[in-house]
């Protein structure tokens, strides 16, 4: 048999551990992750640039996702034929001259991961973590969600034969779309009365002690999935590398993701320079900030408030040691910013027609901010992105444009209630 392409390697330690085997984390309790042994991959793939775009708008299964066309980078011992998925990927990058001046950025691009089939980012780590839990032959998988972790897990799994997919939900602490997403695919939902962090620690201890696959993003085969956004932006940018990304931090998986695939794109020659990585959380949940301003001497973990960018509400980030590297690594900033900014930076967005959820909003107000102290330049290129869509938490635009929260909003937009006559709506439209 030929030796695998792929490992398990501690992140701190360097201790090596075979793919097949199911574990999160090393023996010395850190964190793992996927290598590549990237000098056999060239030598075996060739021009992978070439092959990528090749693949570009095909539609061959798996190929045409936005994940698998970079199968060899992804999971290249996986066989093509075991890939589950939904055409994940292929998201739009938008960049309008109403965007960049709603944002004061000329070189603006927002990667919006919201077009995802089950609406969010999570789509791309799933394919991934589920096709890999499927190649191991495991019958029942689990995860912590703030929403959208379990929706993309239960799409996913719904699609293996046998497989039963269950999720942990913080009890109330999810949007009503969110949760209809795992009970409509047929996974077991449960409402615990904790928050994410409490269902984090749950979901471990059930899955160590029992036999059950963890498909949180301490699953070093979900990142793998993950890190296709960075390569597909920089393709869609035809290869070459923003100044920045900028993206919002909950539990530190996606930016770990990011970092990982831009580092192994480089290595691999696909892009010729190392962009800078923005992350941004909430004051209501910003530990990783926290920890930043310390220089990461300090790992700071905090009791999570409540926020409108409910999906990354998250004290304890599992995947701080990973995202910690990545800013030192890619010399990168960590920002943190109000309710109010990040509703107003949704706004900003929205009504430049791209819907985008509040924690997505989280990222746009870090970029006004990093824009207002100069960080970054007026004529940077920046992407964005765009984490979910805003039809995931429909309710929370509402209560914004209707003046529901307690927030004063910058530019309101509420429906007008008129009678039902052509003249009393002409006068409302001003005809
Ligand atoms: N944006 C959205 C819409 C999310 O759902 C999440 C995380 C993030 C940003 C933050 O990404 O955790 O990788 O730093 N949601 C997880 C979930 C926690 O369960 O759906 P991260």
């Excluded at 444009?401 to 709506?425: G, K, Q, S, W």
């Amino acid at each position: 048999m030929t030796e695998p392409m792929s490992h398990l390697r501690c992140i701190t330690c360097d201790a090596r551990y075979d793919a097949r085997e199911i574990r999160y984390r090393c023996d010395c309790g850190d964190l793992l992750e996927v290598r590549h042994d990237l000098t056999r991959l060239t030598r075996a793939c060739g021009d992978l640039k070439e092959r990528f775009e090749r693949r570009l708008g095909s539609r061959a299964v798996p190929y045409g996702s936005g994940v698998w066309r970079y199968h060899e980078m992804i999971l290249p011992d996986l066989p093509a034929e075991d890939v589950i998925t939904c055409g994940e990927g292929n998201t739009t990058l938008y960049h309008t001259p109403l965007l960049s001046r709603q944002f004061d950025t000329e070189n603006l691009h927002l990667k919006h991961e919201g077009e995802n089939p089950t609406l969010s980012f999570k789509d791309r780590g799933m394919t991934a973590g589920v096709s890999w839990a499927r190649h191991l032959g495991a019958t029942h998988v689990a995860c912590a969600s703030t929403g959208d972790t379990s929706a993309a897990m239960a799409a996913y799994a719904a699609q293996v034969d046998g497989m039963q997919a269950v999720v942990f939900l913080p009890r109330n602490k999810v949007t009503a779309e969110q949760l209809s997403q795992p009970i409509a695919a047929g996974a077991m939902t449960l409402a615990i009365d904790t928050d994410f962090d409490g269902c984090m620690r749950l979901v471990q201890e059930v899955c160590s002690r029992h036999n059950i696959y963890l498909l949180n993003s301490m699953n070093s085969f979900r990142v793998e999935g993950q890190k296709a956004i960075g390569i597909e932006a920089c393709q869609q940018l035809q290869w070459r590398v923003p100044d920045w990304f900028v993206i919002p931090v909950g539990n530190a998986g996606n930016i770990s993701a990011l970092g990982k695939g831009l580092s192994e794109a480089h290595a691999l020659g696909l892009i010729g320079s190392m962009p800078r990585i923005a992350g941004v959380q909430v004051s209501a949940a910003d530990p990783f900030y926290r920890s930043y301003q310390t220089g990461f001497e300090e790992r700071v973990t905090v009791t999570a408030g409540p926020t409108l960018a409910s999906a990354i509400r998250i004290g304890d980030p599992v995947s701080h040691d990973k995202a910690a590297r990545v800013v030192d690594r890619y010399a990168g900033v960590v920002e943190t910013v109000t309710e109010e900014e990040l509703m107003d930076a949704k706004a900003r967005a929205d009504r430049s027609g791209v819907a985008v959820c509040p924690n997505s909003g989280v990222a746009l107000a870090g970029l006004r901010k990093l824009r207002a102290s100069g960080t970054i330049g007026a004529k940077e290129t920046v992407v964005v992105i765009m984490t979910a869509h805003g039809m995931k938490f429909s309710g929370v635009g509402v209560a914004y444009h209707t003046a529901a929260t307690e927030l004063t909003p910058e530019h309101p937009n509420p429906p007008i209630e008129v009678d039902a006559d052509a003249d009393a709506i002409a006068r409302v439209i001003g005809v």
